[in-house]
């Protein structure tokens, strides 16, 4: 588990929802260097996780399907 003083490091310099996530701080960096790479795309970020996840190498297709889904509320516009 990572130490106080390291999240409070990060917090202002990661994105909020990879921050928040419940993965070690070294695949948050991973993944805040990926979004960077991205211009801050973080849709770009999550579809080319779930690319990843569909992968021959990788067949992990419960993650991906998380991820579409998650992908399709957070564009999803809001109702009034």
Not at 31 to 58: H, N, R
């Amino acid at each position: 588990m990572e130490d106080y003083s390291t999240r409070l490091l990060y917090k202002d310099k990661i994105h909020p929802e990879i921050y928040n996530s419940n993965i070690p701080m070294d695949q948050k960096l991973f993944l805040q260097d990926q979004l960077e790479y991205l211009g801050g795309d973080f849709d770009a970020l999550l579809e080319d996780m779930e690319k990843y996840a569909i992968l021959a190498e990788v067949e992990d297709y419960e993650n991906a399907a998380i991820i579409r889904d998650y992908r399709k509320t957070i564009k999803a516009p809001l109702s009034n």
